[in-house]
DNA sequence: GACATACTAGAGAGCGCTCTCTATTATTGG
DNA sequence: CCAATAATAGAGAGCGCTCTCTAGTATGTC
C-alpha cells in the first residue's frame, strides 16, 4: 500500500548528520539538509513534523549509538580494566564514527534543537539512564576494590579526560593520534588507581 | 564636543557576554543584546557595524582577559610550578570569571561569529601568539628539566585537561569544584614529569 | 485496471533577524 | 548663545528560514 520510500528518516538523518559535521547546527537549516540529499524541503517535512524534532531524532540516534561499547567495556569482571576500557572506548569510538564524534562533543544538545518536541516525551530523560546506572554500580564496584569512588574522579577518569583528549582533533577534522590513548590509559589509572 | 555615550563599546560588549553566556550564541541577536542593555538596536549598529564585528570583539576582549595569567604562570622558574600553575590557572580563572569562561569554553569562535569580518585585519592570527610563543618557549624548558617534552603531552597536561575538569561545571554554570585542583595538579605532574 | 495509500514536489506565507536610513537630541568649543 | 559634532532613537526594507498547503506520482490490493 502506497509508493515505496525515496528518503527514508534515517537517510535524512544521515544527511543532517554530514551538515551538522562541517558547519555547525547553526548552518544546518533543513534547506541545506534537502540540498545535500537532493531532495525537496517538502520530503524532509513529510519525516520529520519540525527542525527541532528532526535536530533532537539526529542527537537521540547518534547518543545511542555511541552508548553500546561503552556499556560493554564498564561490564568487563577486572574493574581496572573496566575502567580504563570504557575511557578508552570514548577515544576509539571517536576514531571510527569521526562525523557522529563531532556532533556529538562538539555541540550540546540545545545547540541542535533549542526546544525539545514534546513528541518525543520523556525520551531525553531516559535517554543517557542505562549509562548513568552503569556508573552508579561502577562506582560501588571500584569502592570495593579500594580505588577512588569520589563520583567527581570518577567522571572525570571516564568521561571528561577522554572526552578533552579527542576535542583537539575532532575540531580539526581529523582522528585522535595513538598517543591519546596512553595519555587516557595514563590519567585514569593514576585518578582512579593510584598506579 | 558631541554629547557623551550612553552606551560605550564595553557596556555594549557586557551585555552581549551576558545574553551569550546564559542564551548562547544562535539567541544572541542584536535584538537580544539591545534589550538587556535597554537601548535601540540602532545604538548598537553605530559601535559596531556589523553583528559578526560585536561578536568578534567579544571574543578577542575575552580571549586577552584569560591570557594575562596564563602567560605569567609560565614564567615561574621552577619548571614543575610553572606547569601546575598555568594548568591551574584555567580552573581559577573560571571560577572567578564564571561567564567569560562560559564564552570562552563552550563555545567555539566560528559558533560567535560565522565569518571573521575583514576589518579586524590579523587580529585573529596574532590572538594566540604570545600563548603559542610561551608554550614553545616553555616545551624547551620541559625537555632541558627532562620532562615530557612531547607537544601532544604538552597541550594535553596544560590546556585539555583543564578544560575538561571545568566544562562540567561551566554547562551547569556554577563554580568548579575545589576537588578539581587537585585532579588538574595530579594529571598534570603524572603527564609531565612522572611523579 | 481502478482505487486507496504513501510519498514526492515545490511554491509561497509568515516571521524574526540584520542592517540602513533619517530625524532628533545632548554636549562641547568658540 | 551658537554652530559643529557625537550620539541616540526607532521605523522599515530585505533576506533567509521554517513550516504549510496543494497538486501530482508511484506502488500495493482487490
Known sequence: MG???RFSSDAILDAAADVVADGG???TSIGSIAAHLEAPSGS???RFASRDLLMASLWIRTA???QQGALEAMAHPDVERAAVGAALHVVRWSRSHLT???ILMLYRREQLAAEWPGELG???ATL???LE?????FTRRLAAAGASANPTDVAFALVDVPFAAVRRSLVAGTAPPRRVDELVRLTCRTVLFGT
Chains 1, 2 share one sequence.
Do not use: C, G, K, V
Open 133 to 137: 546506572e552503569a556508573r552508579h554500580t
Open 100 to 102: 557522529e564524534a563531532r
Open 122 to 124: 520523556d525520551e531525553l
Open 128 to 130: 543517557n539512564r542505562p
Open 64 to 66: 545511542r549509538r555511541s
Open 44 to 46: 524532509i517535512y513529510y
Open 3 to 5: 509508493r515505496t520510500a
Open 25 to 27: 547546527p547553526a548552518r
